[in-house]
C-alpha cells in the first residue's frame, strides 16, 4: 500500500489555467503538507495543515491554496498559472508533535507550465 | 531559523563509512536536527532525527556535540543503493523545516 500518494505524477498546462493536485495518505496521520522543490533542486514548505490550523509560507502567493475535504487528503488548487509555477510539488504527512519531524513524502507531481 | 552548511558533494566506495557534517552554528535551543534522504524523483525520506548527543538507528548513526553547533550523518558501510542527496535541516517546529541544498553522495563500486 502507498502511505503518501499524488495524483497526477506528470501535468503540463498553459499560462492561466487553474489546475489541482491531489494528494492522499493512508497513514492515520494528524498533519499533511505541500512542498515546492523547484529546477534548482531547493525544497521550500508551502504550507502545512491538521484539522484545526493551516500554516502558510509567507513566500506563496495566493493562487495557490490547499484544500482539506478530511484529514487523510490535502489537494493543491493553484489559480492562474504562470511560468515560474513549474516545478516538482511534494505531498507528505506526519504525526504531532516532535514526531512530526519525521515527514513521509509522496512521489511528488512534476507541474510543467507552458 | 537556523540556516545549515554542507558540503556540495562527497564520493566514497561501496563498503566504506561516510560521513557528512553539516555546520548550524546559530542553532536555537529548542531546535531538532534532522537528516533527509532523496533519491533523483522521489519525494525525501526521514533518515534519523536528534537533538543531543548520539543517536542510532538500523539505517545510520547521529553524532552531536555538546555545543550542538554541528552535527554528523554516519551511514555505516554504504553500497551503491545510497547513492542520493542527504539533507541537514534544523528546526524548532516541524513546519519550519528548510531543506538547504544538501550534500550528493555518490557511491562507486
Known amino acids: 500500500d502507498t502511505a503518501v500518494s499524488q495524483t497526477p505524477k506528470y501535468l503540463v498546462t498553459q499560462m492561466g489555467n487553474d489546475k489541482s493536485i491531489k494528494c492522499e495518505q493512508n497513514?492515520?496521520?494528524?498533519?499533511m503538507y505541500w512542498y515546492k522543490q523547484d529546477s534548482k533542486k531547493f525544497l521550500k514548505i508551502m504550507f502545512s495543515?491538521?484539522?484545526?490550523?493551516?500554516?502558510i509560507n509567507e513566500t506563496v502567493p495566493n493562487r495557490f491554496s490547499p484544500k482539506s475535504p478530511d484529514k487523510a487528503h490535502l489537494n493543491l488548487h493553484i489559480n492562474s498559472l504562470e511560468l515560474g509555477d513549474s516545478a516538482v510539488y511534494f505531498c507528505?504527512?506526519?504525526?504531532?508533535?516532535?514526531?512530526?519531524?519525521?515527514?513521509?513524502f509522496g512521489p511528488g507531481t512534476r507541474l510543467t507550465v507552458t | 531559523l537556523a540556516k545549515t552548511t554542507q558540503p556540495i558533494s562527497m564520493d566514497s566506495y561501496e563498503g566504506q563509512e561516510v560521513n557528512i557534517t553539516c555546520s548550524h552554528n546559530?542553532?536555537?535551543?529548542?531546535?531538532?536536527i534532522t537528516w533527509y534522504q532523496q533519491f533523483p524523483s522521489q519525494g525525501p525520506r526521514f533518515i534519523i532525527q536528534?537533538?543531543?548527543t548520539k543517536v542510532t538507528n538500523e539505517v545510520a548513526s547521529l553524532f552531536i556535540p555538546a555545543d550542538r553547533k554541528s552535527s554528523t550523518l554516519s551511514l555505516p558501510r554504504v553500497s551503491l543503493s545510497d547513492t542520493a542527496v542527504y539533507y541537514c535541516?534544523?528546526?524548532?517546529?516541524?513546519?519550519?523545516?528548510?531543506f538547504g541544498t544538501g550534500t550528493r553522495l555518490q557511491v562507486f563500486p
Open positions: 546559530n542553532i536555537a535551543t529548542n531546535d531538532y
Open positions: 495543515y491538521n484539522n484545526k490550523e493551516l500554516i
Open positions: 497513514l492515520g496521520h494528524d498533519t
Open positions: 535541516l534544523v528546526a524548532l517546529v516541524p513546519d519550519k523545516l528548510i
Open positions: 536528534g537533538y543531543k
Open positions: 507528505a504527512s506526519s504525526l504531532g508533535g516532535t514526531e512530526s519531524y519525521e515527514q513521509y
